[in-house]
């Protein structure tokens, strides 16, 4: 059984945070397990109460997974704090956990600052360097490069520029700004497009989770960083084509849209 931890925020509506990251794994065949750094009340309108763990909790709740059952690869999401930043850093180290996908969840799809700056820092400083991969949309790219990105060519110099400065593959995700469904993957293997269809749907809550919880997968199970984001944008595709609709606000994705005819 392959099996993965993602370190994240809950969503108490169900379409990202921890809740999404367990329904992708189970999706594709991972069996997951989960540390909570934060609660949150939310739903398809807005954030509306955010209750942040403890450090040294969210530290008990990690060891306790990875001793008993050892994790074949890692997620992290919403991180709120820098202390947190510095204890799952810490324990990346001390367990010497392994394909860890940084999700750094700076920036809502609104354009509100999503952690502070000394968190920010943090993740950069010691999480970025544990990572095998980092996962920023386009704003998070602009907040970490000091740059403005238009074009393909802006999201290409971003990568590069993330993945000498921190030592990591960088996974550049289109739309935003943009406006395409293209990603740009530059790792120590090399550079490529990934390219990816733009789909009419409005209910994109939990894209980034979803995103970053199907490469983990994908790479607990073997698979190199390049097939895993490729089949990741794949099993993406297939969750909003779905067309799921629920909800008041921008919706969730169908996570187990692969199991339908089942």
């Known amino acids: ?124 400083k010691l999480l970025f360097p544990c990572a095998e991969l980092i996962t920023p949309n386009i704003p998070e790219a602009e907040l970490l490069c000091g740059i403005t990105i238009r074009t393909a060519e802006d999201m290409e110099m971003a990568a590069r520029s993330l993945m000498e400065k921190y030592g990591c593959a960088v996974l550049c995700k289109g739309g935003h700004n943009v406006q395409t469904a293209d990603d740009f993957l530059a790792s120590s293997d090399g550079c490529i497009w990934l390219k990816g269809k733009r789909i009419d749907n409005p209910n994109t809550h939990g894209t980034g989770c979803t995103l970053s919880s199907a490469i983990a997968s994908n790479l607990a199970k073997g698979m190199s960083l390049a097939e895993s984001t490729s089949h990741a944008k794949e099993y993406i595709s297939g969750a909003l084509e779905s067309m799921l609709d629920l909800g008041h606000g921008s919706g969730p994705l169908n996570h187990t849209w692969c199991f339908e005819g089942f």
Do not use: W
């Open 1 to 124: 059984m392959y099996t993965a931890l993602t370190i994240a925020g809950s969503d108490s509506s169900g379409g990202a945070g921890i809740q999404a990251d367990i329904k992708t794994m189970t999706a594709h065949g991972v069996y997951a397990m989960s540390a909570i750094t934060a609660l949150t009340a939310q739903n398809t309108t807005g954030v509306f109460a955010v209750s942040e763990v403890t450090p040294d909790f969210l530290h008990e709740q990690i060891r306790a997974c990875v001793t008993d059952i050892v994790p074949g690869a890692v997620k992290t999401g919403m991180i709120p704090s820098a202390k947190s930043v510095e204890v799952i850093a810490s324990c990346i180290r001390e367990f010497d956990l392994m394909h860890v996908v940084v999700d750094p969840v700076m920036v809502a799809t609104s354009g509100s600052r999503l952690i502070d700056e000394n968190a920010c820092e943090e993740m950069k």
